[in-house]
């Protein structure tokens, strides 16, 4: 961390840093949540099955069967889920922050730009980068992440998110105190 240089990215506090962190924990997690829905509902559908106890009713084969199903779409949605989860970056935590705080011309990801003045040594257009780069640094204080945005309803257009989990919430007033043995 360069604590000196006014014109890097970096050095504006261990607070904001730890913002940046935050912002790109709250950009994993939605990422996870969006992309790994079909995940979700394989497991969910599997244990509100497991709770109701319809693992006794089946047969051998049949047993053999679905298990294999559910380990196969388990599988396929977590190779889905790496194909499409992004690695969340420095310039997208800062998107991010921009948009959770309502900033507008981008003041956060301008932090870290330097000027063309600089590099042609002209001094008193690069004095005023220098003053414009150290007004971004108001942006810094009373920055908000909030959690992360877990919208049950994004993409999700026939709402089976919703019908596994009223079959897991079914499942569950159905098993009552059998409900652990179950899942075991």
């Known amino acids: 961390m360069q604590l000196g240089n006014d014109t890097s990215d970096r050095g504006y506090g261990l607070a904001f ?3 940046i962190l935050l912002a790109k924990a709250n950009l994993l997690l939605e990422g996870i949540w969006r992309h790994g829905r079909l995940f979700f509902c394989v497991v969910g559908v599997f244990i509100g099955l497991s709770l109701l106890d319809i ?3 089946t047969t051998g084969w049949l ?3 679905l298990l294999i199903l559910f380990a196969a779409g388990a599988l396929y949605s977590l190779y889905r889920l ?3 989860l992004e690695a ?3 310039s997208r935590a ?3 922050l921009e948009r959770r705080n309502r900033m507008s011309h981008r003041p956060l990801r301008s932090l870290g730009d330097h000027s063309e003045a600089e590099k042609l040594n002209n001094t008193q257009a690069s004095a005023m980068w220098r003053l414009y780069q ?4 108001k942006y810094l204080r009373g920055l908000k992440i909030g959690l992360p ?3 049950m309803g994004v993409d999700d257009g026939y709402g089976l998110r919703a019908l596994v989990i009223l079959l897991l919430v079914a499942a569950f007033v159905i098993a009552g105190p059998r409900s652990a043995d179950r899942l075991y």
């Open 17 to 19: 840093e730890i913002r």
């Open 55 to 57: 693992w006794s009713f």
């Open 63 to 65: 047993h053999l069967l």
């Open 82 to 84: 790496a194909r499409k």
């Open 88 to 90: 969340p970056t420095r």
């Open 94 to 96: 800062l998107r991010y």
């Open 134 to 137: 150290k007004s971004l640094r």
């Open 149 to 151: 945005r877990l919208d």
